[in-house]
């Protein structure tokens, strides 16, 4: 009976840490769905929904076409500006013209330079599926749907250049095309112990999802206002 028993009580044991250890990995994609990502600059997220009057400047000066508008599918959000990184990242522009356009301040408008910026952590939720990792280089299939982002001006054909440049090369698009300035203090590719190169993000990357819209395989994310010490420490 006591053997029973104590069998009962290891396996409780082992389920409970399973959803423990489970919960841990799951946190960060769950947290990734449910919470919008924000313009640069945006206010505390209850603020931020108390103060904007969705007036929709911030989305129209976006010269990459970042930001679109919450429709009426996201209730409590409605008018609200939010980025779809997979869509299109924020190339964190000079000046910032989507906080300089907010009349309300709901955009900060102390943001003034890219290292002021906090809009959340990008996350590499697949590294096996990273095509370094997998020793294979970027093949024109692997950017088709990523040249087919908006294209409507020189800023945004460059950046399409660019990324369109790595047919046929090693991949690290994601590490190159980081927008911050000091973009090695944001994200690098490093050499792990058995070999592999992998991207690894660092403690200043300041969650913009040009590495997610850009990455050719889609294994990265950004988890909307968490910052680098949140996640990764
Ligand atoms: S910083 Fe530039 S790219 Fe980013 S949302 Fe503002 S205007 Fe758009
Ligand atoms: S690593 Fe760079 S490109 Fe990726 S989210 Fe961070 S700051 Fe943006
Ligand atoms: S962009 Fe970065 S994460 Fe994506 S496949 Fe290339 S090296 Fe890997």
Redesign the pocket.
């Known amino acids: 009976m006591k053997n029973i028993s104590r069998r009962k009580f290891t396996a409780y044991t082992c389920f409970f840490a399973a959803l423990f250890v489970g919960g841990i990995f799951a946190a960060p994609r769950l947290y990734a769905k449910k919470t919008p990502l924000r313009p640069p600059g945006a206010l505390e997220e209850r603020e931020f929904l108390a103060t904007c009057i969705k007036c929709g400047q911030c989305v129209q000066v976006c010269p990459y076409h970042s930001l679109s508008m919450f429709d009426i599918t996201q209730l409590n959000s409605i008018g609200t500006p939010y980025i779809d990184a997979r869509k299109r990242g924020c190339y964190l522009c000079d000046l910032f013209p989507c906080v300089l356009a907010c009349p309300t301040g709901s955009l900060r408008h102390d943001i003034t330079s890219a290292a002021d910026v906090s809009m959340g952590v990008a996350f590499?939720k697949d590294m096996q599926?990273?095509?370094?990792?997998k020793k294979q280089r970027?093949a024109s299939e692997d950017l088709a749907q990523i040249l087919k982002h908006s294209n409507k001006n020189d800023r945004e054909a460059q950046t399409l250049e660019r990324v369109g440049g790595y047919i046929g090369e090693e991949?690290?698009?994601?590490?190159n095309m980081c927008p911050y300035p000091q973009r090695e203090q944001a994200i690098v590719?490093f050499e792990s112990s058995e070999g592999a190169?992998?991207?690894k993000i660092e403690s200043k990357c300041v969650g913009c999802g040009v590495?997610a819209e850009?990455?050719?395989?889609?294994?990265?994310s950004v988890i909307p206002r968490k910052n680098y010490e949140e996640i990764y420490r």
Not at 129 to 133: F, G, Q
Not at 214 to 220: A, E, F
Request: charged content about 0%.
């Open positions: 590499v599926s990273c095509l370094t990792y970027v991949c690290s698009i994601c590490a590719m190169v992998l991207p590495c850009l990455c050719p395989s889609g294994v990265i």
